[in-house]
């Protein structure tokens, strides 16, 4: 008998035992960085006023070149896919996977079926032409898309867009990727309503915080927004969304995607040097996901061993054969490579 991949396991849950390295938690380690935590420290004094959103929604806004009406600021990009599944009515609702689980938890939280895509590794998890069913009236993709790593071409997503259909991409990582490359925030003229959600969880490190937007047509996001309950956004979140909006933190987190990428081939480069580690396609953003044998094992061994990495069997189209890894610095990455080398009872080439 099948099991079910369990949708509601979130990397948060590798690492609440105090004292290991987080390579399961995909959030950039140093973070949030000092000018940050003090202009958020600095809206404590106003928290007995209710959070007025109107400058960091102007903000948000102009930092994607789209008109105010097409933005709504939510409590993290989770609460969007919430939204979504309430405000949505699909008669066939596509969920392409391995991706992050919650769109699919929340739309069969709400009753809608979900037909899931499942890409393959032997295709380095990239979306295939075809694969989507054309009679899909709700289509959801991560781009990069979590757990795989896979940058899609934008254009092969834009195609993906058609009258009577509703694309939900999730950019939640595509300020990973240095200069946004592939990124469909800014773009207004598909047909059919295209939605894209992100996320400032992951570059600025407040996972704590709780804030994501959602860029989309108008009478969309005019029907999210009568969803939502009253004053969703806290007042120190929407300082968050309004100065990382400004051309300095722009500037800030393109350089951190550019050491992403640096790290990252550090830690792809130890990972092709042992023999039973495979990695499929090309990783883009900031977590590798690897096929080894036995990786149940290995992940509790590397625990033992003082390091957490995220379990992959929770992602529709994966198994107990899988482990996401988050991409740290060189010294972090040297080292568990050097317990995965006994984790794994190998040696690296």
């Known amino acids: 008998m099948t099991t079910e991949p369990d949708l509601r396991h979130h990397g948060d849950a590798e690492v609440r035992t105090a004292g ?22 600095a809206t404590l004094g106003t928290l007995a006023a209710y959070p007025d959103q109107r400058s960091a929604h102007a903000a948000v806004a102009a930092r994607h070149g789209r008109p105010e009406e097409e933005l709504l600021l939510t409590s993290g990009a989770a609460e969007a896919f919430v939204l ?4 949505l009515k699909p008669r066939h609702a596509v969920v392409v996977h391995p991706q992050f689980t919650e769109p699919e938890a929340a739309l069969r939280g709400t009753g809608h079926a979900v037909h899931r895509v499942l890409l393959s590794p032997e295709d380095g998890f990239r979306l295939t032409p075809g694969a989507v069913p054309a009679e899909a009236d709700l289509v959801v993709i991560g781009n990069p898309t979590n757990p795989t790593s896979v940058l899609h071409p934008a254009a092969g997503l834009a195609a993906l867009a058609r009258p009577g259909r509703t694309l939900v ?18 773009v207004r003229d598909l047909p059919g309503r295209v939605v894209v959600l992100r996320s400032l969880t992951k570059t600025w490190g407040l996972a704590g915080l709780r804030i994501g937007y959602v860029l989309g047509p108008a009478e969309l996001i005019a029907e999210l ?17 309004e100065v990382c909006s400004s051309p300095a933190a722009l500037a800030e987190a393109e350089q951190a995607a550019r050491t992403t990428a640096e790290q990252r081939a550090h830690l792809l480069k130890g990972l092709a040097a042992f023999p039973d580690v495979r990695v499929y396609g090309e990783p883009a953003a900031s977590f590798v996901l690897v096929e080894l044998p036995g990786a149940t094992a290995v992940r509790e061994r590397l625990r033992a061993a003082g390091f957490a990495v995220r379990r992959g069997d929770t992602f529709p189209g994966l198994g107990p054969d899988w482990l996401r890894i988050a991409v740290r610095d060189a010294g972090t990455t040297d080292r568990f490579l050097a317990a995965l ?4 009872e190998v040696m690296p080439a």
């Open 20 to 41: 290991l390295v987080d390579l399961a938690v995909n959030v950039r380690t140093g973070t949030p960085p000092d000018w940050l935590r003090e202009h958020l420290a």
């Open 169 to 186: 991409i999730d950019e939640a990582f595509m300020d990973t990727v240095p200069g946004e490359t592939e990124s469909l925030a800014s």
């Open 84 to 87: 979504l599944a309430r405000v």
């Open 225 to 241: 927004s009568a969803a939502q309950p009253l004053w969703p956004v806290s007042t120190p979140a929407l300082a968050a969304a």
């Open 341 to 344: 080398a006994s984790a794994a």
